[in-house]
């Protein structure tokens, strides 16, 4: 293999032998596909609880046991995350996202064919087990393929793909639980799986491996201390939070410390290079897109029962309302994307995240006075342009300063970070929607209405909709944590200038971070200096370690 000296002097539209690089745009599109399609499952679940409460648990009125349906997904998805993204590393990454969509795809077919919603908890947990190995694949190819003048373009992508497809979960669930019953939620992944399958095959190409020591303590300590913490938060409420709960959870908190700890002792390969974070955007970018995992899953669960139950609507006519927001973050992410190439990440960042926790104001306010259906327009259109502001940006800006033999580790890190968030929030408003209940109507839980048969008694319905409402006020108390984080972040001097071309050198002073020098030294990013993705020739070796 062409050292990787020669594979960066290349030309940006040439290999390291003068011969085409192959654009990695295609392969990018291709791993999109299954990537929408996991993140799409995340949400997807929140407008079809009550049709899956009301086939699969009728006899109870306790809204944890559906909601776990949404946690399983996403507490096997979290936990495998930090060694997943050393597996694509190790085994390459499209032979690992080939396996999780294989995977992932072969569980949904048990999902939509599961009698009880035991075993469809059962298999969204395979599930999330196929999602963990695909979604470190995708932003590791982008970091290793994409030179970093260029990759805001690709996580603009990225990040288009995170937030359309967290918003579009609700709206395609709508339809087709309307349409044909709530198991083609699941179903509809066949095909789709099938048809990413295929074109991740073709397009997209081997990068080099690297041998990995897998930290099976680090592995094993986050996995228990995260399910204690989850599994404590979610039952909380069912069991009157007894005191063997909070000994669950600050069991939990004393397990990930000692998780901590021992990372930071390792003497071999940690789990979780904890020298990642000496990166002040690095660590920021993960404190934050921590609050928008947690925010993205906890408010939908409020929006869909409140639309549903309280005013009357049926799945499709409840995620129509979500229609702007999808757009709006669908079209305006790539520019996003682009312009992330040439400013200051917080110039999209803070205003991105203050129109979201502004449009979950509204949701709260327009919930609580009773307000006209259309109004719900107004803020699915504010948060719309919100997320264009946030996903792509936050990506980009964790992964720019990345050495090449961290890229990996740190796709691994931010992902996990991200779905940890989106598990704590699928957990917390469980908890908090139930305690708003019982506040608003007390002894609701074991009250003789139900509340996922579809239509709820009028004197119900004015207490219930105050507890939803009030229930959204924890994601924005969130949010705005995410918000106050990125207000710290740094200029990385890793920007093309202003009118610069695409496949122009970085600002000057970016050679301090590792950018390439006029020689054609190696990115510090791990992305080759060549604009065309790995031909086997000309990809670093040790890129994404």
């Not at 699969?56 to 995350?81: E, G, K, M």
């Not at 496949?503 to 054609?520: R, T």
């Amino acid at each position: 293999m062409t050292d990787s000296r020669a594979a960066s002097a290349a030309s940006p539209r040439t290999g390291a032998h003068g011969t085409p690089a192959r654009s990695p745009w295609p392969a990018l599109w291709a791993l999109v596909i299954g990537f929408f399609m996991i993140l799409v499952d995340t949400t997807i679940v929140s407008v079809a609880n009550p049709a899956i409460k009301a086939a699969l648990d009728p006899s109870t009125n306790n809204l944890d046991n559906v909601v776990w349906v949404t946690s399983a997904y996403l507490l096997t998805y979290a936990v495998p995350l930090l060694i997943t993204g050393r597996l694509g590393d190790r085994f390459g990454p499209k032979n690992v996202y080939l396996t999780g969509l294989a995977i992932f795809t072969l569980a949904s077919l048990a999902c939509g064919l599961a009698p009880t919603l035991e075993v469809l908890i059962i298999a969204r947990a395979v599930q999330g087990l196929g999602a963990a190995l695909m979604t470190p694949q995708t932003m590791a190819v982008i970091t290793r393929t994409f030179p970093p003048q260029n990759r805001g373009a690709a996580m603009g992508l990225w990040g288009a793909t995170a937030g359309v497809a967290t918003l579009v979960g609700p709206l395609a669930g709508g339809l087709l639980v309307d349409g044909l019953g709530w198991e083609w939620i699941f179903f509809i992944n066949i095909p789709v799986g099938v048809i990413g399958f295929i074109a991740a095959l073709i397009l997209v190409p081997q990068l080099p491996r690297t041998a990995h020591k897998f930290d099976i303590l680090g592995v094993v300590l986050s996995a228990v201390g995260l399910f204690l913490i989850v599994f404590g938060l979610q039952e909380g409420e069912h069991f009157d939070w007894a005191a063997w709960i909070w000994v669950m959870v600050a069991a939990g908190v004393v397990v990930m410390a000692l998780f901590v700890w021992t990372q930071a002792r390792s003497k071999g390969e940690p789990l979780v290079p904890l020298d990642l974070f000496r990166d002040r955007n690095f660590s920021i970018a993960n404190i934050a897109i921590a609050a928008v995992g947690f925010t993205v899953t906890s408010m939908a669960l409020p929006q869909m029962f409140y639309l549903q139950l309280a005013r009357g609507l049926t799945p499709t006519e409840s995620a129509l309302l979500l229609v702007p927001l999808a757009i709006l973050s669908g079209v305006l992410a790539p520019f996003a994307g682009k312009l992330l190439d040439r400013t200051d990440p917080r110039f999209l960042l803070v205003p991105g995240l203050l129109l979201v926790g502004g449009s979950l104001g509204i949701y709260t306010a327009l919930i609580l006075n009773d307000a006209p259906i259309w109004a719900f327009l107004i803020p699915s259109a504010l948060m719309g342009i919100g997320n264009a502001g946030m996903w792509g940006p936050l990506a980009t800006t964790a992964t720019r300063n990345l050495p090449p033999r961290q890229a990996g580790a740190g796709a691994g890190i931010y992902n996990t970070t991200r779905t940890v968030g989106s598990v704590i929030g699928s957990a917390s408003i469980a908890a908090f929607m139930q305690a708003r209940l019982e506040a608003n109507l007390p002894g609701s839980a074991d009250a003789g209405a139900s509340f996922g048969s579809g239509a709820l008694p009028p004197q119900v319905v004015g207490p219930f909709s105050q507890a939803m409402g009030q229930s959204l006020l924890l994601p924005i108390i969130v949010i705005a944590v995410g918000l106050v984080a990125v207000l710290f972040m740094q200029r990385p001097s890793m920007i093309r200038p202003h009118g610069a071309p695409r496949d122009a050198a970085p600002a000057a002073g970016a050679s301090a971070q590792g950018a390439p020098s006029a020689q054609g030294a190696p990115a510090a990013q791990g992305a080759p200096a060549a604009q065309g993705a790995p031909a086997t020739q000309g990809a670093p070796a040790a890129a994404g370690e």
